[in-house]
């Protein structure tokens, strides 16, 4: 990633707020992705223009509650992390459920892994409220959605025949999909970037749909905003 001074990245953010800021709600939400305004918080990171047009909706509408927030982009397999700001604090590839598709099967969260078939091991879309927590063993995850044991996470170590970090390095987000459905990030990432802003508090996630518009998320379609939670269950 390349980070340009601080100095000209608050008046990048600063300008790019104010287009948006007088842009109306209404007018935005109507817009098709390519035609929304580019966020500059990006600061040269590539992205998709579907999670371009998620940060600069959560940056317009004031979304994200005045808390750190993240954009997951199941197509492209990666994770953006910004502050509260809208200032983004890092990035990098994922890996995701198995199986292609936006829903979760229904009570998923609270089966045993290996009663979850293939194609029941996606990642769901939505709008959700996370929060930092341990899984049954012992591990410090950030839950994205408690119920579905759905949940941000390190990688592990795991069966070799995965290739789990062979998946992550890789340039194509093809072989990507390997998870139960939680979202999965190098260890670096996960203790340099994850943990230090999103490890305290509440943050929203953003996991953009791969069936459905983009726009599905700021008010196209209801996808409901996860409650709080403070347990833990074993994550995906």
Same mark, same amino acid.
């Given at each position: 990633?390349?980070?340009?001074?601080?100095?000209?990245? =608050?008046?990048?953010?600063?300008?790019?707020?104010?287009?948006?800021?007088?842009?109306?709600?209404?007018?935005? *939400?109507?817009?098709? @992705?390519?035609?929304? !305004?580019?966020?500059? @918080?990006?600061?040269? %990171?590539?992205?998709?223009?579907?999670?371009?047009?998620?940060?600069?909706?959560?940056?317009?509408?004031?979304?994200?509650?005045?808390?750190?927030?993240?954009?997951?982009?199941?197509?492209?397999?990666?994770?953006?992390?910004?502050?509260?700001?809208?200032?983004?604090?890092?990035?990098?590839?994922?890996?995701?459920?198995?199986?292609?598709?936006?829903?979760?099967?229904?009570?998923?969260?609270?089966?045993?892994?290996?009663?979850?078939? #293939?194609? %029941?091991?996606?990642? !769901? @879309?939505?709008?959700?409220?996370?929060?930092? /927590?341990?899984?049954? *063993?012992?591990? *410090?995850?950030?839950?994205?959605?408690? +119920? %579905?044991?759905?949940?941000? =996470?390190?990688?592990? !170590?795991?069966?070799?025949?995965?290739? &789990?970090?062979?998946?992550?390095?890789? @340039?194509? !987000?093809?072989?990507?999909?390997?998870?139960?459905?939680?979202?999965?990030?190098? $260890?670096?990432?996960? %203790?340099?970037?994850?943990?230090?802003?999103?490890?305290?508090?509440? +943050?929203?996630?953003?996991?953009?749909?791969?069936? &459905?518009?983009? *726009?599905?998320?700021?008010?196209?379609?209801?996808?409901?905003? +996860?409650? #709080?939670? +403070?347990?833990? $269950?074993? /994550?995906?």
């Amino acid at each position: 990633m390349r980070i340009r001074s601080t100095t000209t990245l =608050h008046a990048m953010v600063a300008a790019v707020a104010l287009v948006l800021l007088s842009t109306p709600v209404s007018a935005l *939400q109507e817009l098709p @992705a390519r035609q929304l !305004p580019l966020s500059a @918080a990006f600061a040269g %990171e590539a992205a998709s223009t579907d999670a371009r047009y998620a940060a600069a909706s959560v940056m317009a509408l004031a979304d994200n509650k005045g808390l750190p927030f993240v954009i997951i982009d199941k197509k492209d397999a990666k994770i953006f992390v910004f502050d509260a700001s809208g200032r983004l604090r890092g990035a990098s590839a994922v890996l995701l459920g198995l199986a292609s598709g936006d829903l979760s099967v229904p009570g998923i969260g609270q089966r045993p892994l290996t009663q979850i078939l #293939p194609a %029941e091991r996606t990642t !769901p @879309a939505g709008r959700f409220l996370s929060q930092p /927590g341990r899984n049954l *063993q012992g591990e *410090q995850v950030i839950w994205v959605n408690y +119920s %579905e044991g759905l949940a941000i =996470h390190r990688m592990r !170590p795991g069966n070799s025949q995965e290739q &789990r970090r062979e998946r992550l390095a890789s @340039a194509t !987000p093809d072989d990507n999909r390997i998870s139960l459905g939680c979202v999965v990030v190098p $260890v670096a990432f996960y %203790e340099g970037v994850v943990a230090p802003l999103l490890g305290r508090s509440y +943050s929203v996630v953003y996991v953009l749909p791969e069936t &459905r518009p983009v *726009q599905a998320l700021f008010g196209g379609e209801a996808m409901g905003l +996860s409650p #709080p939670f +403070s347990a833990a $269950v074993a /994550g995906r």
